[in-house]
């Protein structure tokens, strides 16, 4: 049993909304997070099959001083295999349905960037990881008694790493890597600048000679979708169809709620050819962050005009335009990503089993379930 932190606490809470905590409790201890309440709200009500979504909180006074997405869902443990490697536990699962199927409770969110705890500005820094302990201990305890025995820690970032292990590593987790997030600094003015200190000589030949097709494209900034909606799906389920690795699968509902987080912070690039919808780029922004969170595009007409390149480039016209400093481009793609001057931000994920054999067998299985090297994974664009 872990020993109660009264001084830094009074209570802590698993909510089955985030509604529960409210906009603005959440918002104070993710003051910096791009993916705040309004984009979790619009995760949690769209619809997703197979999840269901879950907010931890500590309290102190009444008032949150931390907070946790979390989620439940059946996790297949080949999800991070690449599809060759996904072709002997397909074998597996034909011979023993459900073997590779566990339920799985994680900390954090299929759909955000990193796994994070938001602290209030109150809570020390030395008070950080038993809180975080006191909370993952109460998360195992809630969950449990509903058949949720594989703990997960969702895509942890480099730089909180320490916290989790010191919070984490104690209570049995073993720590695997996880896919990297990428990055673009805008630290050049013009994108004249960009070819010339980003790229090299190759890559800024290569990207001339594709970006000759931006005459023909015609790209068109949107609140609302509803007119396109069909569309998008159509032009998503390509795009979902060639991922490499699938984890959840968005819904219409998500979409037209992804708009809903707030003009100032979330808008959708549309590319035209003519009258034909091929592409749509789905980002979130702040004061000083360009977060590229979904881009779906029709696979044959798409690359034949390179409009993943157009979009990546309209993307960082767009950040010159409005003062942004990072372009932040995500998972997957990556040697496109480091081509174009990116650099890559480390994850782990972190799990534990309840039972010890399974855990025992998990920690041994581990070295084949983690994810791959970004560099061997599939280009999708």
């Given at each position: 049993m872990i020993a109660w932190a009264a001084q830094t606490m009074d209570e802590i809470r698993l909510h089955n909304s985030i509604r529960d905590i409210g906009r603005d409790a959440w918002n104070d201890c993710f003051a910096t997070n791009l993916e705040g309440y309004d984009y979790l709200l619009a995760t949690e009500e769209a619809g997703i099959h197979g999840f269901e979504w879950r907010y931890l909180a500590a309290y102190k006074n009444d008032r949150a001083i931390a907070t946790i997405p979390a989620f439940l869902t059946d996790y297949h443990l080949d999800t991070t295999l690449p599809r060759g490697g996904k072709k002997v536990t397909d074998a597996i699962q034909k011979?023993?349905?459900?073997?590779?199927?566990?339920?799985?409770?994680?900390?954090?969110?299929?759909?955000?960037?990193?796994?994070?705890?938001?602290?209030?500005?109150?809570?020390?820094?030395?008070?950080?990881?038993?809180?975080?302990?006191?909370?993952?201990?109460?998360?195992?305890?809630?969950?449990?008694?509903?058949?949720?025995?594989?703990?997960?820690?969702?895509?942890?970032?480099?730089?909180?790493?320490?916290?989790?292990?010191?919070?984490?590593?104690?209570?049995?987790?073993?720590?695997?890597?996880?896919?990297?997030?990428?990055?673009?600094?805008?630290?050049?003015?013009?994108?004249?600048?960009?070819?010339?200190?980003?790229?090299?000589?190759?890559?800024?030949?290569?990207m001339r000679r594709k970006l000759r097709s931006q005459d023909k494209i015609r790209v068109e900034y949107r609140e609302t979708i509803d007119d396109v909606l069909p569309r998008v799906m159509e032009l998503y389920a390509d795009t979902h169809d060639r991922a490499d690795m699938q984890f959840e699968e968005l819904t219409p509902a998500f979409f037209k709620n992804f708009l809903n987080v707030?003009?100032?912070?979330?808008?959708?690039?549309?590319?035209?050819?003519?009258?034909?919808?091929?592409?749509?780029?789905?980002?979130?922004?702040?004061?000083?962050t360009l977060l590229d969170k979904f881009f779906v595009m029709d696979s044959g007409t798409g690359r034949a005009h390179h409009l993943y390149f157009i979009s990546w480039f309209t993307n960082v016209d767009y950040c010159l335009k409005h003062g942004l400093t990072r372009f932040q481009s995500g998972q997957a793609a990556y040697a496109n990503k480091l081509r174009l001057g990116s650099k890559l931000v480390t994850t782990r994920m972190m799990f534990r089993h309840k039972n010890p054999i399974l855990n025992s067998v998990l920690r041994l299985a581990s070295p084949i379930l983690e994810a791959d090297d970004p560099m061997t994974l599939k280009e999708a664009a």
């Open positions: 011979l023993f349905p459900g073997l590779l199927t566990l339920k799985l409770a994680s900390i954090g969110s299929p759909l955000t960037e990193y796994g994070q705890i938001g602290f209030h500005p109150s809570v020390d820094a030395h008070e950080r990881p038993m809180l975080l302990t006191h909370m993952l201990h109460h998360f195992e305890q809630v969950v449990e008694p509903m058949g949720y025995r594989l703990l997960g820690l969702k895509d942890i970032p480099a730089h909180d790493e320490s916290l989790w292990n010191e919070a984490a590593l104690p209570l049995g987790y073993k720590s695997v890597n996880g896919l990297p997030s990428a990055y673009l600094d805008i630290d050049f003015a013009t994108v004249d600048e960009y070819f010339a200190t980003k790229l090299s000589h190759a890559t800024r030949k290569d707030g003009k100032e912070n979330a808008l959708c690039m549309l590319y035209w050819a003519g009258t034909e919808l091929l592409a749509a780029n789905f980002l979130l922004r702040d004061g000083t």
